[in-house]
């Protein structure tokens, strides 16, 4: 079987879509599986040994200069990229109007979410066969689901297989040892965690004789990272890191703490022990989800943030501390 993916953005979303991977080889292990992806994520499916091509998509980039003559050039060479094969099911799980006419674009019948459970209704109207997936269930699982009735297979039961690896990465610069990664930085000023409990944890882990790694992705995040770093003496301010060398870096520390963004997943993904800070959304909808749920702690909650005690009693479960 030749099968597409359209699974394009956020990079939460992203990896909450890996598990379908395994899902669909255990069913049908000859399966060959592409998938679209925005530019910037690209490298979380190319991380996945059964992908076998990566399609990278630049949606968010052409909507910035959507009148320059490049820009066309480029959606062009996309178009003609995309349809170089044609596939036996294009599945789209990102239920969006512009990921339904991506899978529109490509060569084969389209499956995706129904009209009532699609995150854009009117994307249901471009699939050859839409599915109904009950709402209410964290993302892996709805993910899954989907996959399972667009394939024909029953709804999988065990734990999620993400199938990726951190990659080997020998960095410029040296990394502490026992160092704990902390994700700070997020989209939504909702989801920060307070500076203070931060502060507070740095020096906890300090007492334990483990540096904090403070790794950001914008001017605004570098300016957090530096303010957090300079009221702590266990504090490194990492330089800029892509995708595959933050991925390399969680694979080697002993534990992840983060809010509620793409990146915690990412370590959850890993296999790394994983303490995810929920403050404005809810981890029974997005909370991480591991192959080995031992290994991760989700805490907080919508509306309710959690404190430095809860933060390291997580930590002690995971035996980080």
Known sequence: MQLLIVKTSSLGDVIHNLPVVADMLAQSPGTEIDWVVEEDFADIPAMHPRVRRVIP?????????????????D?????????????????????????????RLARGPTRGPGRTTARESLAAC???????????????????????????????????????????ITFPFSVPGKSIVGLHATSRASKRW??????????????RGMPLLLPWGSPDEQRHAQKLARQLANAVVLPRLGLRELAALMGRAPAVVGVDT???HLSAALERPTVAIFT??????????????????????????????????????????
């Open 126 to 168: 471009f699939y050859d066969q839409a599915f109904h997936v009950a709402r209410g269930r964290h993302a892996v699982e709805r993910n899954r689901d989907l996959a399972a009735q667009a394939l024909g297979y029953p709804p999988p039961a065990g734990a999620p297989d993400y199938g990726i690896r951190a990659p080997e």
């Open 75 to 103: 959606i062009a060479r996309f178009r003609r990229d995309l349809q170089t094969k044609t596939y036996d099911i294009v599945l789209d799980s990102q239920g969006l109007l512009k990921s339904a006419l991506l899978a």
């Open 194 to 207: 307070p500076d203070a409990q931060w502060i507070e944890l740095g020096k906890k882990l300090a007492g």
């Open 280 to 321: 404005d959304t809810s981890p029974t909808l997005t909370g991480v989800v591991a192959a080995r749920p031992e290994r991760v702690r989700n805490v907080g909650d919508s509306r309710r943030i959690p404190n430095v005690e809860s933060v390291w009693q997580a930590l002690t479960e995971l035996k980080v501390v």
């Open 57 to 73: 998509v630049g949606m968010r980039r052409w909507r910035r200069r959507l009148m320059a003559p490049a820009t066309w050039r």
């Open 262 to 264: 793409g990146l915690v």
